[in-house]
Structure formats: C-alpha cells, structure tokens
C-alpha cells in the first residue's frame, strides 16, 4: 500500500544523495530519488520509511515481485550450497536446469539450445562468437569491448576482422517507425533481409541470423 510520511527525497535520501554525488559516476542515474531499504511484492519503502507502488524496479532484474517466497528460498538453498557461479569454470547441473526449462517453454518446435547473459549488450556478441566458434577461436564480451590472446594469434585476429567486416545489418520491422507506415512494416524489411542475404552477403556465406522480437 502507498504510504508517504515526509517528502521526497526526505532528510536520509537527501544525505545519501549527497554522498553518491562523491562516489558515484554522475552518468550513472537513478529514476526515483528514494533509496530503497525493503521491498515486498510490488511495494518499496525507501529509508525515511515511506512506501511506494513498485512499477519499475523489476525491469533490471526480475519480473515476479520483490523478496517472492519461491525464489528467495531458492536462492538461499543454492547459496548455502555453493555461491560460486561461473559455469566457464567448471559445470553446474542447476544451470543445465534452467536451459532445459527455458528450451521447453520457448515456442519453437525444432531443436533449441540457449544462453545465458548478464545483460542486453552481451547478447549479439555472444550470438557472432557462437556462430563462428566452429572455426575461429577468440574469446570477447560486449562488441569486441576487450580480447585475450590464444595459442593461435593468427586465428584470433582473423576472427576479430570477421566480427567487424562480416557482421551486416539488416532495418527491423517495426509498424510505429517504418518510414512507409504500418501497413508495409512486414514485405518491405522481408524484402530487404531477403535481398541482403541472398544477393549481398550470398546465402551459402550465411552462418547465422540474429532477430530480436520483443
């Protein structure tokens, strides 16, 4: 329920704005000028004790709520288990789990196979590292952000000229943006990508097609 005491942002807020001011980038910004010291469900009560209908935290990380019983009893579990989680490292049957899981609701009837990111930037990289992992060995996280040398350099920097010449793009469907209106959102970039596949890149050169649909 939506309960508020004292202004916003109130006497505490207000000095821990003035700390993050001191150790924080200011490029690094925050939506609500309230900080958070307990949330349940989908309400948050900030450190001056006053209380919010929650409609954005969840974005960066979950979906179900703050502190769901189910997942909070799930974490702990795994926590008391074990809290190292690097499956590079070594494997864990938990995150084969999730796969498997993710794999069956996903609305596809052929073979799936899934990964796991940190966060959005990650995912198209990932996507061009596993696409050309069957012949080229490197190793990168976000759009060749950094690299590590591997036993073979003239492998690595192969593969790195492909990641910047061989990755082409392609205008995404979209009814609200498309310069021709919504109704010609579908044929025209259908078109496009069928064009750009076949007669600019050539389709047997084709190792992947990455899409986003939201």
């Known amino acids: 329920m939506r309960r508020i005491v004292s202004e916003v942002p109130g006497p505490r807020p207000r000095e821990l ?7 924080v980038p200011a490029g690094v910004g925050a939506a609500l000028p309230a900080f958070a010291e307990a949330a349940d469900g989908g309400v948050l009560v900030d450190v001056d ?10 974005i960066a990380v ?7 019983p189910s997942v909070t009893e799930r974490a702990t579990a795994q926590l008391r288990r074990s809290t190292h989680t690097c499956f590079l ?14 794999n069956e609701l996903a609305p596809v009837p052929s073979e799936k196979r899934t990964g796991l990111v940190n966060f959005g930037t990650e995912v198209p990289s990932r996507f061009v590292r596993a696409s050309l992992s069957s012949t ?3 190793k990168e996280a976000t759009n060749l952000a950094h690299h590590e040398p591997h036993r073979e350099e003239q492998a690595l920097q192969a593969g790195l000229r ?53």
């Open 62 to 68: 979950t979906t179900v709520g703050d502190s769901a």
């Open 17 to 23: 704005l003035a700390r993050r001011r001191c150790l």
């Open 136 to 138: 080229t060995p490197f």
């Open 89 to 102: 490292v070594n494997p864990l049957e938990s995150y084969l789990d999730v796969r498997q899981r993710l």
């Open 162 to 214: 492909a990641l910047r010449l061989d990755v082409h793009r392609a205008p995404m469907a979209h009814p609200y943006c498309w310069p021709m209106g919504p109704t010609s959102c579908a044929e025209e970039p259908a078109d496009l990508l069928t064009n750009l596949l076949d007669r600019q890149v050539g389709g047997e050169n084709v190792a992947a097609v990455l899409m986003g649909p939201i």
């Open 49 to 58: 004790g006053n209380s919010f209908i929650d409609f954005g935290r969840g």
